[in-house]
């Protein structure tokens, strides 16, 4: 089966003409996947080997059976024990072909699972922060169909294996008979050894520009169907399917230049070995009058003429899917980022890495933390903070001060441009893979669940007993909610399960965070989508459970009121920090954010006749 | 089904055919040469004289040419014919997956219906272009090949005629051997996909979490099952073409045996001999490759299938006959919410006998906890979804009368999540609308106070925004607010429009919200309906409801239920203002 790929980073016009990097091709990366299962690979080479070979012997007895009939041979065996042996020959690659197509799809279905492992094992466990993948429809494409195009290059060695293996044999038996008229099958050949590789070149283009196109396609539809609501809601189905046909339309045309382009590959080919056969009727015209060459000589070239012309158009197809298979790594290579050569095909995929070793949370300190967009220049600047076990700390600011950008940094969610974070004395190598539980464990802005039961997702392969999940849960404020999902903690949430509100989202990704009892707690806005009582509750029961350390986004008063410390940020920077007093004596700025605060919390004395 | 996609690609079929049957001749010919090159060259008697030879040689050339150039015309058009079908189906089917209940949706992730709307389509986009020139091209060349048979000997045309009749019979009882397993792969590729999506989503939520070891254990199951579903359909799929070449080496086989027979008769010469060998080889390309098609066949119509089964899901949801609304875009409505009882799954009551009603151009503020059916209430609106009992009328008139589109070409709404399209910001604001002038979009980007955000953008409307980001969440919401703005629907829904913001771009929603409010150049203001957890969003409320647990716990004007201190709403005053006291 072979799926078309797609993609959408090469869309962008600055990339188009970038040639593949030199350090990832194709064929060291398939030799490694082949040393991941040798013997069966072996095995499946061999098997088509013989596939391939054992149509040399009909085209042999053929031979027998037309010098009897033009009666030139005298006859050993009768011609109709020839024409037995010959139908039985015929038979003999039907067997082969069954083993060897079994051993090769169970060797290509193994290692594409195995590069699929590997890519979502590195993606879990490397170290640093990780690129975007894209958009969960590219990531799509790369896990599916650059790893089938990857493989298929290496289906492509077998069937050229084969055709290498009859070729030189047929040459050998050619030559031996005739070399002259050999000659009329070799010139061929060395034809389109050369042709070919020109055609492949265009081809190479086109798929390329129609892959693009492809992946607009599937990228749309996969935006609409996330956005179908909103689509709804503004009535704008028929401008969105407008949209889809233009780009079905530009997908058509590029796909069709393609496709003429391959088959003009193919008829190219088997022109070739029409060509051939003209040749040696030239060829052969002479001596078949003499004699010197006889009419079994002639249906035995016929036999062979036709494979053995396409073996150099298999060698061609096998460079043009090296080619794709080619961008296919390359596509992958920039989905993970920094993974070095071997992790995708490794034998097993990356796993979790021990940690640094580290004593239980004391202190924690951020040393000049720098961690700016590269594209809009936003983020962080400069930032320093200590907290000690036990302590809160509030981040507050406007939007687009940098507050998000901060924790995730922090955490190694970002790629930081200077600073250092600093546990218990110690600095953290790489916060990606330290700052996770048992020591750190995280709640985004918006929180994403798994389709799987609810407590899969809070527990999340971490261990956590039934006691912890309890715990989890009432931390969380989500144990009223657990009575009314039909089956408490087995209810089967996500996208194809239960769906749960927003804040009922938001509080199951708090319970994830309170399941392996971290020493640090790092929350995002973690009550925003909260009602009143719920987010006081929420923040009560946090407080409660007592010597919590905590880093938190918040611009809730309850928040304000319990931190040790409150850091304001403008524009990426601390401007202000300290209790809630010395803030609210200090800093004009956070003055104005308390006072819009308190706005949003509902006096009514900020209530105004509506306006006009 | 397939019909109705073929039938404007006729004329297209018909160009295609000419190619083919022009192909067909040029193939046939080329046996006969070769018969007359070696009767010409090697019989007994007197040989031909060299040049007779070499122009045989030179005509088989030009027969394998003329051939080849037609394959190539022939391709061109069956590929065109296959695509412009596909993008056909591919557009119905996501006009109608559009269409369809909101369950259908929720039930599926956007990775799902990429594999149902793309994947499936794409599978059927290969058999469609492939179909007719391999079905039907093979099809011309073995009719060919048996006519040429039978005039040339009619023991020969017969036995192959009676032979490609039981292979043609052998195939068609094979074809159904193996469509089930392609359902089990597609299914494994749909599981993996859904899976994969989410993970992708929640990379940061799995990292920073420690994770990792649980998705590669939930990964490998399914990796297993796909690499499972390959092999078996694979081995399958190797019986058919087993049993196609074992009837091809048979088909070559009686060819031979008969020629021989003939032959050691006198009755044909050698060169015949070669030649019913050369045509009984060139049949088992058309039986090959029917043999191939077929199990494409099977491919696509396991895609079929599914298709069909998105076709033929019916919106339970439907248009009703119009309610002449559409003149009355952006007149405010009285709305009124009447005995409405609701269940997503028809079960779990999330609406239980809710009345509500707010007056044309009045501001109702709906508070209750989360879960409380505040925006099942919105979505009932915007007929999202249906109420089992009551129902929903704008004034007075049931909203099941008007067309969709009608209805939500009245109402604007909120929510607290926006999807953005990898597309330009135009795009985006509009929803591809290009009928909106540049110069409104500008003006409404400023009186948003997106006015600094949008001069930092390098190619202003043109410019690309992408789901992955670029946009901090109050700037998507900002953006979401510009919808509504640019739509100036009667009828406003604000969901919990400014939970996620900060204070500051509270305020900005605060400002945007005035001039959304305010009575339009002399018209009324618009009606507005806003549901919020806080107690900010609703101070602008002319009348307030509050939901608990489904049920309508309170509802009244607001200045009523403020002065009366036993009212919840009262209370909740008092909770958020003991917060804001302390």
């Known amino acids: ?612 | 089904m397939l019909k109705t996609y073929l039938r404007p690609e006729y004329p297209r079929m018909a160009v295609l055919a000419t190619f083919l049957a022009a192909g067909t001749g040029a193939q046939l010919i080329a046996p006969m040469i070769v018969r007359m090159f070696i009767d010409a060259a090697a019989a007994g008697g007197t040989p031909a004289p060299l040049g007779h030879l070499y122009s045989l040689a030179a005509l088989l050339i030009l027969a394998a040419i003329t051939a080849q150039l037609l394959q190539i015309g022939a391709t061109y058009f069956s590929e065109q014919l296959g695509w412009s079908a596909t993008n056909r189906m591919r557009h119905d089917l996501a006009r109608h997956c559009l269409d369809l209940d909101m369950a259908f949706h929720t039930a599926r992730s956007p990775g799902e219906l990429i594999e149902r709307v793309d994947g499936d389509v794409a599978a059927l986009a290969a058999f469609f272009s492939q179909f007719i020139l391999q079905i039907v091209g093979g099809g011309l060349l073995l009719a060919g090949i048996l006519v040429t048979l039978w005039f040339n000997d009619l023991r020969m045309g017969a036995a192959l005629t009676a032979f490609a009749v039981v292979a043609g019979l052998v195939m068609h009882r094979i074809r159904g051997l193996a469509a089930s397993r392609f359902e089990r792969v597609r299914q494994a590729f749909s599981d993996f996909s859904a899976f994969l999506e989410e993970r992708i989503l929640g990379l940061d939520d799995i990292r920073a979490n420690g994770g990792g070891g649980h998705v590669m254990s939930r990964l490998q199951p399914r990796l297993q099952e796909l690499a499972d579903s390959n092999v078996v359909a694979a081995r399958r799929g190797q019986w058919i073409f087993l049993v196609a070449s074992g009837l091809f080496s048979i088909g070559f086989g009686l060819a031979l045996a008969l020629g021989v027979f003939l032959q050691q008769r006198g009755e044909i010469t050698i060169g015949a001999v070669f030649m019913f060998m050369q045509y009984a080889g060139m049949m088992a390309v058309p039986i090959l490759t029917i043999g191939q098609q077929l199990q494409q066949f099977q491919n696509a119509t396991a895609s079929l299938t599914r298709i069909r089964e998105v076709l033929t899901m019916a919106p339970t949801l439907v248009d009703g006959p119009g309610a002449g609304w559409s003149d009355q875009r952006s007149a405010a409505p009285q709305v009124d919410f009447e005995n409405i009882e609701f269940a997503y799954d028809g079960r779990t009551t999330v609406l239980n006998d809710v009345s509500l009603s707010v007056g044309r151009g009045e501001i109702l503020g709906l508070l209750g906890r989360t879960g409380s059916g505040k925006t099942t209430l919105a979505r009932l609106l915007f007929r999202l979804y249906d109420p089992q009992g009551g129902r929903v009328a704008l004034d007075g008139a049931d909203i099941r009368q008007a067309t969709r589109a009608e209805l939500r070409g009245r109402i604007g709404l909120v929510t607290q999540d926006i999807q953005l399209f990898d597309a330009t910001i135009r795009e985006n604001a509009t929803l591809f609308d290009p009928s909106v002038p540049d110069a409104r979009l500008v003006e409404v980007f400023h009186d948003l106070g997106l006015g600094p955000w949008f001069a930092a953008q390098p190619a202003g409307l043109e410019t690309r925004l992408t789901s992955a980001g670029g946009l901090s969440a109050g700037e998507a919401q900002l953006l979401a607010f510009a919808r509504v703005f640019l739509k100036d629907p009667g009828l406003v829904i604000l969901d919990e429009a400014s939970s996620r913001l900060d204070p500051a771009t509270d305020r900005l929603i605060e400002l945007a919200l005035d001039r959304l409010l305010k009575p339009r150049d002399g018209r009324p203001p618009r009606t507005t309906i806003i549901i919020a957890h806080k107690l900010s969003t609703v101070r602008r409320a002319d009348r307030i409801a509050i939901l608990d647990r489904g049920r309508v716990l309170e509802a009244g004007r607001r200045t009523d239920l403020e002065a009366d201190p036993s009212s919840n709403f009262a209370q909740l005053l008092s909770t958020g203002l003991t917060e804001v006291m302390q």
């Open chain 1, 1 to 612: 089966m072979t799926l078309d790929l797609l993609d959408l980073e090469a869309a962008r016009p600055s990339e188009v003409d970038l040639p593949p990097p030199p350090r990832q091709t194709a064929f060291v990366q398939g030799l490694r996947i082949a040393r991941a299962r040798p013997g069966l690979l072996a095995l499946s080479l061999a098997l088509f080997a013989l596939f391939y070979a054992l149509p040399l012997i009909p085209g042999l007895i053929q031979r027998e059976i037309f010098d009897t009939l033009s009666g030139r041979r005298p006859a050993g065996l009768d011609v109709w024990s020839l024409v037995a042996l010959w139908m039985g020959a015929q038979l003999s690659p039907l067997a082969a072909s069954y083993f060897a197509n079994w051993c090769f799809v169970t060797f290509t279905s193994l290692t594409r699972q195995m590069m699929r492992a590997n890519m979502m094992g590195w993606m879990m466990f490397a170290r640093g922060p990780r690129p975007s993948p894209g958009t969960p429809g590219e990531a799509l494409s790369r896990f599916r169909d650059d790893v089938s195009e990857t493989i298929a290059f290496i289906e492509g060695w077998s069937e050229t294996f084969g055709q290498m293996v009859f070729a030189s044999l047929a040459l050998v038996i050619m030559w031996r008979i005739d070399p002259l008229v050999t000659s009329a099958v070799i010139a061929p050949m060395l034809l389109v050894v050369v042709i070919t590789q020109r055609i492949t070149a265009g081809i190479h283009k086109y798929s390329r520009v129609a892959r693009e196109a492809e992946a607009r396609v599937t990228s749309f539809v996969g935006e609409t169907f996330a956005a179908v609501q909103a689509i709804r809601v503004g009535a704008a189905e028929p401008r969105v399917l407008a949209r889809l046909d233009r780009l079905n339309a530009e997908r058509r045309r590029t796909a069709v230049r393609h496709r003429v382009y391959v088959t003009l590959l193919d008829t190219f080919g088997s022109g070739t070995s029409s060509l051939a056969f003209g040749l040696i009727l030239l060829l052969a015209a002479g001596a078949m009058r003499s004699g010197r060459f006889t009419v079994g000589d002639f249906t035995l070239f016929a036999a062979y003429v036709g494979t053995a012309t396409s073996a150099p158009r298999w060698l061609g197809r096998l460079l043009a899917r090296k080619r794709t298979a080619d961008v296919a790594l390359m596509r992958i290579e920039r989905m993970l980022g920094d993974a070095p050569l071997d992790v995708v095909t490794a034998a097993t995929p990356p796993s979790a890495r021990p940690a640094e070793p580290a004593g239980p949370l004391e202190r924690l300190e951020v040393r000049g933390l720098t961690c700016r967009h590269a594209s809009s220049g936003k983020g962080v600047t400069g930032v320093d903070f200590t907290l000690h076990r036990g302590q809160v700390l509030i981040v507050t600011g406007r939007v687009g001060s940098g507050k998000s950008t901060l924790l995730r940094g922090l955490l190694g969610l970002l790629p930081i441009d200077a600073g250092e974070v600093v546990w218990n004395d110690r600095p953290v190598e790489d916060p990606a893979t330290f700052l996770i539980p048992p020591r750190c464990a995280y709640t985004p802005q918006s929180p994403r669940l798994f389709t799987e039961s609810l407590r899969d997702n809070i527990r999340m392969g971490s261990g956590a007993s039934d006691e912890d999940l309890a715990r989890a849960v009432r931390l969380a404020v989500l144990d009223d909610d657990l009575g009314r999902l039909g089956q408490g903690l087995d209810t089967l949430v996500g996208t194809r399960g239960v769906t749960l509100s927003g804040g009922q989202i938001q509080r199951a990704a708090a319970a994830r965070m309170f399941a392996g009892r971290p020493d640090l707690l790092v929350l995002d806005d973690a009550s925003s989508a909260l009602d009143v009582r719920t987010e006081r509750a929420f923040w009560d029961r946090l407080f409660a459970e007592g010597g919590q350390t905590c880093i938190a986004v918040s611009h809730r008063l309850e928040a304000y009121r319990r931190a040790d410390e409150i850091l304001l940020l403008d524009d990426g920077r601390v401007v202000a920090r300290g209790d809630l007093r010395t803030l609210l004596a200090d800093s004009p700025l956070f003055r104005e954010v308390w006072h819009e605060t308190l706005q949003a919390s509902g006096e009514p004395a900020a209530d105004e006749p509506r306006g006009g």
